[in-house]
Nanobody, 116 residues
Framework: QVQLVESGGGLVQAGGSLTLSCALSGNIFGLNAMGWYRQAPGKQRELVAIINNSGRTNYAESVKGRFTISRDSTNAKITDLHIDSLKPEDTAVYYC?????????WGQGTQVSVSS
């Protein structure tokens, strides 16, 4: 069983920065990748960033250059998402995601609100 717990959300002014963190609990064996999705009000959930076990990253076009995903170098169960130059359109619930041989898992989400 895998559980994901996010932290670090909040209310930020446009232009500010924020770091979200995700901690995976459970058996890490079989883990292939971790990432972040977001869902804005009235919109579908979208993948914003993902990182695999080799450290290869992939980002949504809309966040390239502003979002940075990373895995903790000493604890592969922790994944961070650093966001620079926040925009009001970044307002959403951000969900941590893990993909492995055991399937796909999402966390409960953390709210990020950006004021203009």
């Amino acid at each position: 069983q895998v559980q994901l717990v996010e932290s670090g959300g909040g209310l930020v002014q446009a232009g500010g920065s924020l770091t979200l963190s995700c901690a995976l609990s459970g058996n890490i064996f079989g883990l292939n990748a971790m990432g972040w999705y977001r869902q804005a009000p009235g919109k579908q959930r979208e993948l914003v960033a993902i990182i695999n076990n080799s450290g290869r990253t992939n980002y949504a076009e809309s966040v390239k250059g502003r979002f940075t995903i990373s895995r903790d170098s000493t604890n592969a169960k922790i994944t961070d998402l650093h966001i620079d130059s926040l925009k009001p359109e970044d307002t959403a619930v951000y969900y941590c995601y893990a993909r492995g041989t055991w399937g796909d898992y999402w966390g409960q989400g953390t709210q990020v609100s950006v004021s203009s």
